[in-house]
């Protein structure tokens, strides 16, 4: 079975989220009373998936690092600019554009 590119992101992105959920909140993070209801449960919702999206991001670039510590090659500017995007607007479309380059390089398995 082939999964694209954008199937195996996602399964990262849930993974992080999973791990992201069974990691205890910090002390002051903590919530106190019942569940956060309409909007603000929405706002707990995108800044889940948020954290979830950066932290793929975070990993693939300690892969990126690794291979140019290796290879010494310089910065990919294409990746480089990629990267610059994901993080001016955290997106699933913007961390598989980071991934494409890194799947090229044969750094995603």
Same mark, same amino acid.
């Given at each position: ?15 992080? $989220? ?61 990746? $480089? ?29």
């Amino acid at each position: 079975m082939s999964d694209t590119l954008t199937d195996r992101i996602l399964a990262r992105v849930a993974d992080a $989220r999973t791990a992201l959920e069974r990691t205890p909140a910090p002390r002051k993070a903590r919530r106190r009373g019942p569940a956060p209801l309409g909007s603000a449960a929405a706002e707990v919702e995108h800044s889940r998936e948020a954290a979830s999206l950066r932290r793929v991001f975070q990993d693939l670039g300690i892969s990126y690092r690794r291979y140019r510590s290796q290879t010494r090659e310089p910065v990919k500017p294409e990746l $480089r600019d990629a990267a610059y995007r994901f993080r001016a607007d955290p997106s699933l479309t913007s961390l598989v554009a980071v991934a494409a380059y890194l799947d090229d390089m044969d750094l995603l398995s």
